[in-house]
T-cell receptor, first 116, second 112 residues
Framework: GAGVSQSPSNKVTEKGKDVELRCDPI?????LYWYRQSLGQGLEFLIY????????KSGLPSDRFSAERTGGSVSTLTIQRTQQEDSAVYLC??????????????FGPGTRLTVL | GENVEQHPSTLSVQEGDSAVIKCTYS??????FPWYKQELGKRPQLIID?????GEKKDQRIAVTLNKTAKHFSLHITETQPEDSAVYFC???????????FGSGTQLTVLP
């Protein structure tokens, strides 16, 4: 079946502009995660959605970052007033269930964000 | 919170040799330890994982070992091939979201 998809694949924006990044998880997966990968670095957790529960926002670096998940499926990550340090690859992952946290997380191809 | 350290940061081996990458974690509540392979410009792909109720798992040329007492786990790749060249990340689950905390990655280069 189809894997996790993300759009756009690349986004170049000017400092101060807002951007929206989209994630389509694998159908039927209830858990959705956003991570950020800066150049040459590991992945950094941002936010987590599980079903209709309130999201876990503990990884968001500032209040300029927000995310929503509509209908328990598609998710959008929004970065307001972008800064150059926001430049990174933003990766989305989904898993079938989050219970116990031992389910495999499948990653999307990522969105490469460049803030000029 | 969880802290995962990964060594070495770069590793070069001759084709056919073995490669070992080591990780340590800090949160004793972590119970899931996946390894991801990431080729340049591609998404991370799960290659093997281990849960805390076992000490070792093998899948063909790849094996992972876990020592819960010492809080460390390792990836072993035998009979390396040039296509094994990539960045490898270890991770451990933690936190209320059971999110993955990743190591900083190991750039593996297999020389033909």
């Amino acid at each position: 079946g189809a894997g996790v998809s993300q759009s756009p694949s690349n986004k170049v924006t000017e400092k101060g502009k807002d951007v929206e990044l989209r994630c389509d998880p694998i159908s039927g997966h209830t858990a959705l995660y956003w991570y950020r990968q800066s150049l040459g670095q590991g992945l950094e957790f941002l936010i987590y959605f599980q079903g209709n529960s309130a999201p876990d926002k503990s990884g968001l670096p500032s209040d300029r970052f927000s995310a929503e998940r509509t209908g328990g499926s598609v998710s959008t990550l929004t970065i307001q007033r972008t800064q150059q340090e926001d430049s990174a690859v933003y990766l989305c992952a989904s898993s079938l269930l989050a219970g116990g946290g031992t389910d495999t997380q499948y990653f999307g191809p990522g969105t490469r964000l460049t803030v000029l | 919170g969880e802290n995962v350290e990964q060594h070495p940061s770069t590793l070069s081996v001759q084709e056919g040799d073995s490669a070992v990458i080591k990780c340590t974690y800090s949160d004793s509540a972590s119970n899931y330890f996946p390894w991801y392979k990431q080729e340049l410009g591609k998404r991370p792909q799960l290659i093997i994982d281990i849960r805390s109720n076992v000490g070792e798992k093998k899948d063909q040329r790849i094996a992972v070992t876990l020592n819960k007492t010492a809080k460390h786990f390792s990836l072993h790749i035998t009979e390396t091939q040039p296509e094994d060249s990539a960045v490898y990340f270890c991770a451990a689950n933690s936190g209320s979201a059971r999110q993955l905390t990743f190591g900083s990655g190991t750039q593996l280069t297999v020389l033909p």
